[in-house]
């Protein structure tokens, strides 16, 4: 491994450092190839001291936010300035960390046996090392939905190097069979479908207008593939947010015909080649000691597939490599991901003797996280207080950013 690399930067309302660190590809490998580790360290001018608060983003697949403070972005920040400087972490694949395209010159074998060292696993032994290179005894985690798996992960893996864990949306079954838990998604995304209906009646029609125009060959995305009734089903994904619901009203009201209504379909659609990653390696996020075997693609209720006007959510097939042009050259490394038997991520002993506070958002009908199975989890953590909410969706931390931070705080610390 070699040194850390640094750069200070001075911005409206901030002070930027930006570090580099250059890791192994495969922890258990240590002399072998290595990826470089992106981080963007965030003070407040005033507060280049304080200690830090690592953020874990969503995904798999994402990069963390790009922060401004004129207008501040993201909306939590200013608040976690108040405490913290905050880290913001390119996980492996991401961002400017080594990011993962589709890996061309490499054999599926050797592309599938590369993405198996992008999971929440390999990113805390990369956050272990970031921590040491920085010189910081112990630090705070904030992390939100798979963000949250990851630093459920750190919690088993190095609880030592911990302050103090927040979870927005992001506490993860451990243990469980990844069948499970996409029967319970599917459950969730039938309510989504009805009480989206319920709000616009008139929707429904002009759903079965754009599936039947997808039927036809007739919708072009703006990179030349042509829209497939399956694959637009999945643009249900938006209805785990708070704006996601009106959002695809705003789509399904333009003319299908138009420009507008490729490009904004294009952009509402949650797998693709931007982010290759999240679709590649998003049920794998889930496999705690098993193999996945396209688990979406086999669980999926007799209802859904009937009505095709039942939208689906997070959920990845085997064709999502086939319909989709920038996935394809990833698609025989997908079906040997798929077959893997992956280890486990979570070891329940130590998480049941870890005396590290942690605190919880757990989003009541959350279609990406299941509530329940979070509880579960959360059971198994002496340490973590729970706060079960139906004030938001999965994108409260983007919602109303510095309300949940300041609860999670003070619920962390005993204040609440």
């Known amino acids: 491994m070699t040194s850390l690399r640094s750069e200070v930067l001075h911005v409206p309302g901030l002070v930027l450092v930006e570090h580099e660190l250059d890791v192994p590809l495969d922890h258990a490998a240590p002399d072998g190839p290595t990826v470089t580790v992106f981080a963007r360290e965030v003070a407040d001018p005033e507060g280049r001291d304080r200690p830090f608060l690592v953020y874990l983003q969503g995904g798999p697949g994402q990069e963390a936010p790009r922060p401004t403070r004129q207008p501040t972005s993201p909306a939590w920040l200013d608040r976690a300035l108040r405490d913290f400087r905050v880290l913001m972490v390119d996980q492996r694949g991401t961002g400017r960390s080594a990011p993962v395209g589709v890996l061309p010159g490499m054999s599926p074998q050797e592309q599938a046996d590369h993405l198996a060292h992008f999971r929440a696993d390999s990113i805390v032994r990369d956050c272990e090392l970031l921590r040491e290179a920085l010189g910081a005894d112990t630090w705070s985690l904030l992390g939100q939905s798979f963000g949250g798996f990851c630093s459920l992960a750190y919690l088993s893996t190095a609880p030592d190097g911990l302050r103090e864990v927040l979870f927005t949306g992001g506490v993860p079954p451990v243990g469980r069979a990844v069948d499970d838990v996409y029967a319970t998604t599917y459950a969730t995304m039938r309510e989504r479908n009805v009480r989206y209906h319920r709000t616009y009646p008139s929707d429904r029609a002009r759903l079965r207008a754009v599936l039947d125009r997808c039927e036809a060959g007739e919708l072009v995305l703006p990179g030349g593939d042509v829209m497939t009734p399956r694959w637009f089903r999945q643009v249900g994904n938006v209805l785990g947010m708070s704006d996601g619901a009106a959002r695809l009203h705003y789509l399904l009201e333009r003319d299908p015909a138009s420009p507008a209504f490729a490009h904004d379909l294009a952009a509402a659609l949650p797998f693709q080649g931007r982010n290759p990653l999240y679709a590649a390696i998003h049920e794998a996020c889930y496999a705690d000691g098993q193999a996945t075997r396209w688990s979406a693609e086999r669980t999926m209720p007799d209802d859904f597939r009937a009505d095709p006007t039942l939208l689906t959510g997070e959920h990845v097939f085997t064709w999502s490599f086939d319909d989709d042009s920038s996935l394809r050259p990833l698609r025989e490394a997908a079906d040997l991901l798929a077959e893997r038997e992956w280890p486990r991520l979570y070891d329940a002993d130590v998480l049941g003797s870890v005396d590290v506070p942690c605190a919880a958002a757990i989003y009541a009908d959350d279609p990406y996280v299941d509530r329940a199975y979070s509880l579960e989890t959360a059971a198994l ?36």
Do not use: F, Q
């Open 381 to 416: 953590v002496p340490s973590m207080r729970t706060w079960v909410t139906d004030e938001y969706e999965h994108n409260g931390l983007r919602a109303d950013g510095e309300r949940i931070l300041d609860r999670l705080v003070a619920m962390a610390r005993g204040r609440v």
